[in-house]
């Protein structure tokens, strides 16, 4: 799998409704990927129903031909209240390109890249000095 740049023409985030979630998931089970929940009904027991923000991180091409993108997935989680979590799930290419994105203005591609490299580190509630 080669990384995706945030230059790269197939970069791209999205919002996705928690049933396009469910169907991502599904499809990924469908073809045996690894990178999924282990079940629906997994995935229900971390994902709080609402929409999910999604960002594309990976492709894995074979003979030149994308067979899946790996993205990370940013949304809120069942049992920690206001809590957010972060996971990767692959998406099938078509469903990849169906996706609406939300990245099309170059200032708002900048601040949501910094919102996901910030999710993905760790983020922590702090008392202020």
């Known amino acids: ?5 945030s230059t790269d023409p197939d970069f791209r985030m999205c919002q996705i409704s928690f049933d ?3 169907a991502i ?4 089970e469908e073809r ?17 129903e609402g929409s999910v923000v999604l960002q594309s991180l990976m492709r894995e091409e074979r003979g030149g031909v ?3 993108y790996r993205c990370l997935l940013l949304f809120s989680t069942v049992d920690d209240g206001d809590s957010g ?8 290419p078509a ?3 169906s996706l609406e994105r939300l990245d099309r203005d170059p200032d708002v591609r900048k601040v949501l890249i910094r919102m996901f490299s910030l999710a993905s580190g760790g983020i922590s509630m702090i008392s202020k000095k």
Do not use: N, P, Y
């Not at 799998?1 to 740049?5: A, E, R, V």
């Open 32 to 48: 045996g990927w690894a990178t999924r929940w282990s079940s629906v009904d997994a995935l229900r027991s971390q994902v709080k």
């Open 1 to 5: 799998m080669s990384l995706i740049h």
């Open 25 to 28: 998931q599904l499809e990924a």
């Open 95 to 97: 469903r990849f390109e």
């Open 66 to 68: 994308v067979r899946a």
């Open 85 to 92: 979590g972060v996971a990767t799930i692959d998406l099938d």
């Open 20 to 22: 396009t979630l469910l």
